[in-house]
């Protein structure tokens, strides 16, 4: 009996050792895989690809992509929106100012179209709202495209047979679609499309091997000095405006031929004299020249001149390399199907 109950235990316990094993999982949690690095950029910045997409029907955003290009747009026929913010060259002309319809230059820098949808406001005083508002500015602006007025532009494109049908299809419950609003609102809608997405919006997806060590160090050094204070956000820029010189004259640094304003200028306010909307940095590498009056061709120099301005410190040359190592990882183009009819 006693070698039977023996032979039993010795089953139960060879049963037991057979039986499958639970395995353990060491869960991994994202989130402590994380460098200090990327942590401390999730807290300022944010991905291109975390904006959600509005929704704009394919037939409005290729109206609006081919009244960007029309030169209809301008009394004489010279210039397009394409003219000042080139779309095969990042969305800029590389000049100090651009020549309007008549050639006469404009009296600020014209900056980039790429990513200005996710901007809060519009032109360096932010008198525009969002980018279809600010469609409205140049077309009637005497210096720019030099419309004589909103009717004027409305009674030319009626008479184009192809705007009649694409308008109409577009704004299908409006008795007459084409109107001033309606050229903007669409103009706006092509633009909100111009977000390409760079490789620091990849690191902050999360993959860390996006950047180049340098980079991480420009990074660094971009929030050790205090550029987020202004530079933050999805545009890394273009939330708020700030003054330009809050530690001297920007205009002996920057040496400009003219000193400029800013918000002043618009609301004669004492308080908001050299005021300017804060710009993004987005594809900065490839905009120059820099600031509202294109006065600086050097991205390394924008850079030093910034931080001694708005921070009151004197870089080092590598802070200067490491940080304009940084910001190249901002450009971003968009695809060639859009950059042309």
Not at 128 to 155: C, M, R, S, T, W
Not at 181 to 210: C, M, Q, W, Y
Not at 239 to 249: A, P, R, T, V, Y
Request: glycine letters at 6%; proline letters at 4%; one cysteine or more.
């Amino acid at each position: 009996m006693r070698k039977i109950y023996f032979l039993l235990s010795l089953g139960v316990l060879v049963s037991c050792n057979n039986a499958p094993k639970k395995q353990v999982v060491n869960e991994v949690h994202p989130e402590e895989t994380k460098s200090e690095l990327l942590k401390t950029a999730e807290t300022f910045f944010k991905s291109v690809s975390s904006v959600p997409k509005p929704e704009i029907s394919e037939e409005k955003i290729a109206l609006g992509k081919k009244l960007y290009f029309d030169t209809r747009l301008s009394k004489d026929g010279n210039i397009s929106c394409n003219s000042c913010h080139n779309l095969e060259t990042f969305g800029v002309d590389n000049l100090a100012f651009s020549p309007g319809d008549t050639k006469e230059l404009g009296g600020r820098n014209s900056p980039t179209v790429f990513h200005a949808s996710l901007h809060a406001m519009q032109f360096w005083d932010g008198r525009a709202k969002d980018v279809e508002e600010q469609a409205e500015g140049p077309i009637l602006n005497p210096v720019e495209h030099n419309i004589p007025n909103a009717e004027f532009l409305e009674n030319r494109l009626r008479k184009v047979a192809e705007y009649q049908t694409l308008f109409k299809k577009v704004y299908p419950d409006q008795e007459q679609p084409i109107t001033f609003k309606n050229i903007a609102n669409a103009i706006g809608a092509f633009e909100r499309t111009l977000n390409p997405v760079s490789r620091f919006d990849k690191f902050l997806d999360g993959d860390e091997h996006a950047l180049t060590q340098q980079e991480k160090d420009g990074l660094q050094a971009f929030v050790d000095n205090s550029c987020i204070t202004c530079h933050s956000g999805v545009a890394i820029g273009g939330q708020m405006f700030q003054k330009f010189g809050l530690f001297g004259d920007y205009w002996e640094h920057t040496k400009s031929k003219k000193v400029d304003a800013g918000l002043f200028d618009l609301n004669k306010n004492e308080g908001e004299k050299y005021f300017f909307k804060v710009p993004g940095l987005r594809n900065i590498e490839k905009t120059a020249p820099y600031f509202h009056d294109g006065s600086v061709e050097k991205l390394e120099d924008a850079v030093r001149i910034m931080a001694k301005l708005q921070s009151d410190k004197e870089l080092t040359d590598k802070q200067v390399n490491d940080i304009v190592a940084f910001l190249k990882t901002l450009t971003a183009d968009i695809d060639d199907t859009q950059k042309r009819l």
